[in-house]
């Protein structure tokens, strides 16, 4: 079965961190775009944090951009997101999600709906 199961939301002071993890089963992260997705209550979903596995390249959100930072351990199909400096706008319920399109060689999508798999989703709420 293909799977992703986050953990690691919770709650955080303004200010503080937090570590997302993402555990894929069923599927190789080799040569796959996977990332973080977030949505927050009456918005849209937003890309947050993106990465392909074949070249390593990070993309992230302007509005994230210098206080997340997402890494992969392809050995353990484990995707994670390091946030700092978090603030009450982050929060969300964040999903883990992955783009299994063999096309895409290299490169993030451009749009949410091009993830093909899902996770759950793990709540963040920051508090002021």
């Known amino acids: 079965e293909v799977q992703l199961v986050e953990s690691g939301g919770g709650l955080v002071q303004a200010g503080g961190s937090l570590r997302l993890s993402c555990a894929a089963s069923?599927?190789?992260?080799?040569?796959?775009?996977i990332g973080w997705v977030r949505q927050a209550p009456g918005k849209e979903r937003e890309a947050v944090s993106c990465i392909h596995t074949a070249d390593g390249i990070p993309k992230y959100a302007s509005s994230v951009k210098g206080r997340f930072t997402i890494s992969s351990d392809i050995a353990e199909n484990t995707l994670y997101l390091q946030m700092s400096s978090l603030r009450p706008e982050d929060t969300a319920v964040y999903y883990c999600?992955?783009?299994?399109?063999?096309?895409?060689?290299?490169?993030?999508?451009?749009?949410?709906?091009?993830?093909?798999?899902w996770g759950q989703g793990t709540q963040v709420t920051v508090s002021s």
């Open positions: 999600a992955a783009d299994t399109n063999p096309l895409r060689l290299r490169g993030c999508p451009e749009r949410t709906y091009e993830y093909d798999v």
């Open positions: 069923g599927f190789s992260f080799d040569d796959i775009a």
